[in-house]
C-alpha cells in the first residue's frame, strides 16, 4: 500500500494564480480531509470528506474548495492564490479508532 | 470550548535522557486521545492511542498515561535517541460526531 500520497512536493505560485494539490488514498478510507501547517498554529482543518460526493468546510475554509468524485481521490483547489496562503498542506485519510493517516506534504510559497 | 495544551512547546535533551510531554485538554465528553509524531518534512505519524479505560501504554521506548478525571496525558520517551528529534502532536477526539482537537506540538530536539 502506498497509503496517502500527494503531489507535488513544492510549489511556488505567483498572488492570483489557481492551482489544485493533488492527494490519493489506497486504504478504501471514507473520510478524508485537508489541514494546513503554520510555525506556532498547529494542524488547522480546511475542508473535510466524509465519502464520495459529500464534502464541509472545516475551521479555515476560505480561499479553498473541495470535490470528491471517488473514495481514493480528494483535490484541494486555490481559487486565487494570496501570500497569506503560503503553508505546508497536508492530506489525510481516517481509518480505525479515528487514526489519521497524513501524506507527505505540498510546501506552498505564495508571492 | 474544547481546546488542546501541550507543554513545553519546546525541549533540547542529551542522547539517552528521558522526558516528558504534557497534554492537557478540555474536551469533552471524552473519546480518545493519540499522540503523533512529526519528522521534519513529514506527515504525523500515530504512536499510540489512549481510551476512557487506559491508564497507561506503552510502544518501545514510548509510554503514554491518561488521568480521565483531570483530563491529563503525557508522553515519555526512555532513553532518548537522536531519531527522536521531532514535533509531537497531541490529538483528541469527542464522542461521535465531533471533530479531532489538535494541540500545537511539542519540538523536541536530541543532541549528542
Known amino acids: 500500500n502506498a497509503g496517502v500520497t500527494q503531489t507535488p512536493k513544492f510549489q511556488v505560485l505567483k498572488t492570483g494564480q489557481s492551482m489544485t494539490l493533488q492527494c490519493a488514498q489506497d486504504?478504501?478510507?471514507?473520510?478524508m480531509s485537508w489541514y494546513r501547517q503554520d510555525p506556532g498554529m498547529g494542524l488547522r482543518l480546511i475542508h473535510y470528506s466524509v465519502g464520495a460526493g459529500i464534502t464541509d468546510q472545516g475551521e479555515v475554509p476560505n480561499g479553498y474548495n473541495v470535490s470528491r468524485s471517488t473514495t481514493e481521490d480528494f483535490p484541494l483547489r486555490l481559487l486565487s492564490a494570496a501570500p497569506s496562503q503560503t503553508s505546508v498542506y497536508f492530506c489525510?485519510?481516517?481509518?480505525?479508532?479515528?487514526?489519521?493517516?497524513f501524506g507527505p506534504g505540498t510546501r506552498l510559497t505564495v508571492l | 470550548k474544547n481546546q488542546v495544551e501541550q507543554s513545553p512547546q519546546s525541549l533540547i535533551i542529551l542522547e539517552g535522557k528521558n522526558c516528558t510531554l504534557q497534554?492537557?485538554?478540555?474536551?469533552?465528553?471524552?473519546?480518545?486521545l493519540r499522540w503523533y509524531k512529526q519528522d521534519t518534512g513529514r506527515g504525523p505519524v500515530s504512536l499510540t492511542i489512549m481510551t476512557f479505560s487506559e491508564n497507561t501504554k506503552s510502544n518501545g521506548r514510548y509510554t503514554a498515561t491518561l488521568d480521565a478525571d483531570t483530563k491529563q496525558s503525557s508522553l515519555h520517551i526512555t532513553a532518548s535517541q537522536l531519531s527522536d528529534s521531532a514535533s509531537y502532536i497531541c490529538v483528541v477526539h469527542g464522542q461521535a460526531g465531533t471533530a479531532l482537537i489538535f494541540g500545537k506540538g511539542t519540538t523536541l530536539s536530541v543532541s549528542s
Open positions: 489525510a485519510s481516517r481509518g480505525q479508532f479515528n487514526e489519521q493517516f
Open positions: 486504504m478504501n478510507h471514507e473520510y
Open positions: 497534554c492537557n485538554y478540555t474536551v469533552s465528553p471524552f473519546s480518545n
